[in-house]
């Protein structure tokens, strides 16, 4: 049997994973399960997996939580400081699936346990990428990437030396809005932004899907995860979604993943690793495909991949605050706020007008994180 814990258990990427962990239940032991605010979904699933503890971020919920546990013998706790001491709770893999930079602690605290760590929050590396890669090796924990292009790269990577990688790129769906004119970009909604055309996900990230501001945080991403130089990271936009990404060597060769576009398979790949399991994902048929295309990304329309290029070429602490600034603006767009085009246009203005020291520790990050956050709010409200 296998522990876990899932930080972000409510979440889209929690979900994915715990229906693996369903079908497979003799073999795991569920430790942790958190949320933010859904007390319920969190309190069903505790119980349904049998968690040892269960722990919702926003505090105020706490009584909510024991009530809902009331006679399951599963502990409940809330508020920041329980999320890191649930994540520090030492298991054999924990599932980094909380959105936003909210998940740089938790996901430190279980880096720090030195065990398997398999990131989907990919902010908490955007924000402190120096710092999370210093205490990975550190600790010698294992960093396993879920995000489906860089699970891509992972495995086209394996046996391979990296030294001769010749380029690494990420395939981008392109968003709801690929093919849409500059003018109409302004007047996009909240819920045209969110139908993401290949993918279901949680509300943010299909956002930064639409903006291309996904694929920019997954520039800075793989930067980390794969070191082998930025200029040898390229993005491409291949809107089948079938090829999630690829690693050319020096002798010619491209070698590159392809899947049904379902979280669960790259999920599944960092459970099982570095073994394989069973999904029940659609398996892939070409033939009823029938076309894989590939373009060039358009930075006109799209300007985040240019920004967070920019930044990963700045970076210190340029990173988290695009990161943070982004954060800030998709919330505000969300809630109706600001229109579509202005979240990259407010990105850019927090990268020209804040330019802190490069953080040295995580303590640097979320103060870093939390001026830029203030930042970005007054800004925003005095445009
Ligand atoms: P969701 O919005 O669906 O879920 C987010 C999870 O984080 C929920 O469990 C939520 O709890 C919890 N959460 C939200 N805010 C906080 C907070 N302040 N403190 C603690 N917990 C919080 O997101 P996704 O599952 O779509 O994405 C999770 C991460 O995975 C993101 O970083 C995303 O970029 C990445 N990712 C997602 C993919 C996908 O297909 N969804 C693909 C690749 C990467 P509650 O439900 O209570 O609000």
Redesign the pocket.
Known sequence: MRSISI??????????TLDLIRRERDKWRVCAL??????A??ARLAREFSAEVAV???EACLPELRAALAGSGIAAAGG?TA?VEAAARPVDITIA????C??LA?TMAAIEQGGIVAL?????LVSAGEVMTEAVTRHAATLLP???EHNAIFQCLAGNDPAHVRSITLTASGGPFRDWPAERLALATPAEAVKHPN????????V?SATMM?KG?ELIEARYLFPVGLERLRIIVHPQSIVHSMVEYRDGSTLAQLGPSD?RVPIASALAWPERMDTPCERLDLAAIGELTFRQPDEVRFPATRLAREAAQAGGAAPAVLNAANEIAVAAFLAGQIGFTRIAAHAEDMLSCYAPPAPGSLADVIAVDKEARERARSLMESA
């Open positions: 930080l972000g258990a409510t979440g889209s990427i929690g979900a994915s958190t949320a933010h605010g859904n007390v979904e969190l919702i971020a926003d920041e999320l699936a909380i959105v936003g909210a998940g938790p989907a929050n990919k902010e908490a879920v995000d489906s993918w279901s996900m949680g509300a943010k990230i299909s930064d996904n945080l979280m």
